[in-house]
T-cell receptor
Framework: KNQVEQSPQSLIILEGKNCTLQCNYTVSPFSNLRWYKQDTGRGPVSLTIMTFSENTKSNGRYTATLDADTKQSSLHITASQLSDSASYIC????????????FGTGTRLTVIP | NAGVTQTPKFQVLKTGQSMTLQCAQD?????MSWYRQDPGMGLRLIHY???????DQGEVPNGYNVSRSTTEDFPLRLLSAAPSQTSVYFC???????????FGEGSRLTVL
C-alpha cells in the first residue's frame, strides 16, 4: 500500500534552534518527493522537490535530504524563526497511476520566543 | 501575479443545499485539481483535470461534480451538501501531471 508517514506529529522549539522533521514512505515506483509549508489558514507552498538522483536540496534555511534506498526524507530547519511556525507536509509522487500524489498528514511546528 | 484564486473563502450551508466553489488560475497550467483537507488526515484528491474538456475522479469524488470548459477555470460543485462535506477545500494547478503544485488559499465550508 502506498503510504507517507511523518514524524513527529507536532513539535515546539525555541526561536534560533534547529530542528529536523521526518518523512517515511512506501510509494512505488517513486518519481519525486516534495516538502510543502502550510501557514495557518493558507494554502501549502512548495519548499523543495527532489528526484531519485538528488539526496540533498536547500532553500534558504530549509535543507531536505532524501535516501531513496531506505525511502526516507528529512527536512532540517536551521536557526528557526517565529515565521517558521506552520505545518510541513511531505508529498511523494508515484511514477504511474492516475492518482499519483500521496500526502503525509504533516508536522505542526511551533517556534516560541 | 494572482496564481490560483479560490472563492468564496468561507461558506456555511444547510444540509441539502447546493453550491459551487470557484477556482481560477492565470499560469496557463494544464493540470488542475481539487483537494479536501480534514483534521488528522492528509490532503485527499476529489477530482482532477489534465486539460480543458477532460476531468476524472480522484480518491473521494462522491457528492462532487467538476467541469473544465476553459484552461483557466475549474469549479467544484456540491450537489446536495452533507455534514460530512464540512472541510477545507483547496484548488491546485501545475504545468504537468508530476510538476510543482500551486495551491489556492482554500475555501472553508461548513455544512449544518
Amino acid at each position: 500500500k502506498n503510504q507517507v508517514e511523518q514524524s513527529p506529529q507536532s513539535l515546539i522549539i525555541l526561536e534560533g534552534k534547529n530542528c529536523t522533521l521526518q518523512c517515511n514512505y512506501t510509494v512505488s515506483p517513486f518519481s519525486n518527493l516534495r516538502w510543502y509549508k502550510q501557514d495557518t489558514g493558507r494554502g501549502p507552498v512548495s519548499l523543495t522537490i527532489m528526484t531519485f538522483s538528488e539526496n540533498t536540496k536547500s532553500n534558504g534555511r530549509y535543507t531536505a535530504t532524501l535516501d531513496a534506498d531506505t525511502k526516507q526524507s528529512s527536512l532540517h530547519i536551521t536557526a528557526s524563526q517565529l515565521s517558521d511556525s506552520a505545518s510541513y507536509i511531505c508529498v511523494v509522487t508515484r511514477e504511474t497511476g492516475a492518482n499519483n500524489l500521496f500526502f503525509g498528514t504533516g508536522t505542526r511546528l511551533t517556534v516560541i520566543p | 501575479n494572482a496564481g490560483v484564486t479560490q472563492t468564496p473563502k468561507f461558506q456555511v450551508l444547510k444540509t441539502g443545499q447546493s453550491m459551487t466553489l470557484q477556482c481560477a488560475q492565470d499560469m496557463n497550467h494544464e493540470y488542475m485539481s481539487w483537494y479536501r483537507q480534514d483534521p488528522g488526515m492528509g490532503l485527499r484528491l476529489i477530482h482532477y483535470s489534465v486539460g480543458a474538456g477532460i476531468t476524472d475522479q480522484g480518491e473521494v469524488p462522491n457528492g462532487y461534480n467538476v467541469s473544465r470548459s476553459t484552461t483557466e477555470d475549474f469549479p467544484l460543485r456540491l450537489l446536495s451538501a452533507a455534514p460530512s462535506q464540512t472541510s477545507v477545500y483547496f484548488c491546485a494547478s501545475s504545468l504537468s501531471r508530476n510538476g510543482e503544485l500551486f495551491f489556492g488559499e482554500g475555501s472553508r465550508l461548513t455544512v449544518l
